[in-house]
């Protein structure tokens, strides 16, 4: 599909969300109407980026994310019930599902028939994934027998199939291997659990699963057995693009309605956007919504190089969730006091912008391994002399930090990696926005990130004061 | 510190950050497949192991081990040129 189909088809989805969605009404009824997601299903959403073979529209990711985003600038929700369909619950089964597979669940998938969730995170194991406990161990009725709590599913009231990460023992010949297990949560011993209450995206359905000796055959088995911790890297990838996707749309929503807001609200005899003050916060906001656009852009691009997706992934995902809420943040805040009425919509984009900073990988975890990243396999340097300084500035940090610290001692420093992650965040942003700036407004925006993201590379990482001494006096009640 | 001290003390630390036991560790087993411990906590382990003996351990040569075995070797083979530098 190229993008003469695609247009057509992002006027298709803002027509059908001016004529259906209602945000507010979505927020206040904790769900999004089943007319809805079946006007979205027509669409053909649901099968965008699944094979045209099994009746999706073979989407690249190039093309998802603008569909993703025209669905975010109008409800979070349903960006994040079709973002995560295509992405998390769906990515796994077409990389490595076997024909079997592919032809029982796809085309209902596709037709949005049928809806997917990834269930992966535990109580006891977030953001590390190597902490998993739930087990699929072999019965000796040769089936599988799967035990343990899933937290948190998006999608999961209304999934027909979930991918379930598990640990598998010795399956595959790995000792401490993990498994992507097809689970159908009609099987006897899966039990739904009641829907979540949230702050924000309470359109978007959070459930819990409990696995109690659940039956699964050898052939729900997702791919090569014992080696889903692979798989999931690139599942995770598709995950955080598609989130990154949707927080552009959240910035965009945000930074209109401000735009709207201040150009009619006077204050002080001028228009707001008259305001010195108010039009540096604009540009502001105006580059950083470019910088998250073209490092979207960029990461779905590299969509068949899996190492570099997974690497911009990990700085879109932390660049976008914090530039959406910022700018969601900064909208509200020039609203002044009708921001903070619901009616405005200003607050449940802030609402709904919270999350993204923690699901999909906690941004100060993925701030630490984008940092280790960069110590143990540094990016490689682009050809644009204009970024020399930029790259020579993180290289620096990089090579202070390795030679301090001796070597991989450095891998010690969790602070020190986390500052150095920020900068590479920075960096790729601002590289990003600078490769593809083509107009001298594009070319103005990227200069702007560049010099924040210099700023943030040249930034100390030890703190002035003693903050250990802070915090122990904290723990022990005695400060403040 | 002997070989055989040296490599309990390794299966030790790597009990630590994987859920397999001290006991159930053997030199083949691979960092990631048996151990579960994905590249971040891999070079985790290897900086806490350059940490306790104060080893000085290039980054490129930390990231190229894959197997118990390969960090018991990196270690010897770094405390045995700590020895002939100090001597």
């Known amino acids: 599909m190229n993008d003469a189909v695609v247009e057509p088809l992002l006027e298709s989805i803002r027509a059908f969300a ?23 299903a027509e669409l053909g959403l649901f099968g965008a980026t699944l094979p045209r073979e099994w009746g999706g529209a073979g989407l690249s990711a190039l093309q998802t994310i603008r569909v993703v985003t025209a669905l975010a600038e109008v409800d979070r929700s349903v ?12 990515r796994g089964l077409v990389a490595w599902g076997t024909r079997a597979q592919q032809e029982r669940w796809l085309p209902p998938l596709a037709s949005g028939e049928a809806i997917a969730a990834f269930a992966t995170t535990e109580p006891n194991a977030g953001s590390d994934l190597s902490a998993l406990q739930c087990l699929a161990q072999p019965a000796p009725d040769g089936t599988l027998q799967l035990f343990g709590t899933k937290l948190y599913v998006t999608n999961g009231g209304f999934a027909s199939l979930l991918t379930v990460t598990a640990s598998t023992p010795g399956m595959g010949g790995a000792e401490r291997g993990t498994s992507l297990l097809l689970i159908d949560p009609k099987t006897p011993g899966v039990a739904r659990q009641r829907e979540e209450r949230k702050l924000g995206l309470r359109g978007s359905s959070t459930t819990a699963f409990i696995f109690d000796q659940v039956a699964v055959p ?24 598609l989130l990154s996707a949707g927080c552009v749309g959240t910035a965009r929503a945000a930074l209109d309605a401000a735009l709207a807001h201040v150009h ?6 001028r228009a707001l956007v008259q305001q010195e003050v108010v039009q540096r916060a604009l540009a502001r906001a105006g580059a950083i919504a470019y910088g998250m656009e073209a490092l979207v852009r960029t990461a779905a691009a590299a969509e068949h190089d899996w190492d570099l997706l997974s690497r911009l992934t990990t700085s879109a995902k932390v660049f976008c969730s914090e530039g959406a809420f910022e700018l969601a943040d900064l909208s509200l805040q020039l609203h002044g006091g009708s921001g903070f009425i619901e009616d405005t919509g200003i607050a449940l984009l802030m609402r709904d912008a919270r999350v993204t900073r923690i699901f999909e990988g906690a941004n100060d975890v993925l701030l630490t391994h984008a940092g280790v990243l960069e110590l143990t396999q540094p990016a490689a ?19 202070v930090l390795q030679c301090e610290a001796k070597g991989v001692r450095a891998l010690n420093r969790r602070a020190a990696q986390h500052a150095l992650g920020r900068a590479v965040i920075w960096r790729d942003a601002a590289t990003a926005a600078t490769s593809l700036a083509r107009t001298p407004l594009e070319r103005a925006a990227a200069a702007l990130l560049c010099d924040e993201a210099l700023n943030v590379a040249m930034a100390p990482d030890l703190p ?3 903050t250990h001494l802070i915090v122990a006096a904290l723990l022990e009640g005695v400060f403040p | 510190m002997t070989d055989d001290l040296l490599t309990q003390r390794i299966f030790s630390m790597m009990a630590e950050l994987s859920t397999v036991r001290a006991p159930d560790i053997r030199l083949e087993h691979r960092l990631r497949e048996d151990l579960g411990l994905d590249s971040v906590c891999s070079m985790e382990l290897l900086s806490m192991l350059a940490e306790e003996f104060e080893l000085d351990v290039p980054m490129e040569e930390a ?3 894959t197997t118990v075995a390969g960090t018991v070797a990196m270690a010897q083979r770094h405390l045995a040129l700590k020895e002939r530098a100090v001597s």
């Not at chain 1, 969605?21 to 769900?31: A, N, T």
Request: aromatic content about 6%; cysteine-free.
């Open chain 1, 264 to 269: 009619h609200r006077r204050q002080f005899h």
């Open chain 1, 18 to 40: 001016r004529r259906h969605v209602r945000p507010l009404e979505i927020d206040q009824q904790h769900s999004i109407p089943r007319e809805v997601l079946w006007g979205l």
């Open chain 1, 381 to 399: 340097v682009p050809t644009d002399a204009s970024l020399s300084g930029l790259w020579s500035a993180v290289a620096l940090r990089r090579n």
């Open chain 1, 79 to 90: 960006a994040t019930t079709v973002g995560l369909h295509l992405g998390l619950g769906t």
């Open chain 1, 464 to 466: 002035a004061v003693p």
């Open chain 2, 63 to 65: 990231a190229q081990v």
């Open chain 1, 218 to 241: 050898n052939d729900a088995v997702l791919g090569e057995p014992g080696q889903g911790a692979s798989y999931l890297a690139h599942v995770l990838s598709w995950g955080r693009l």
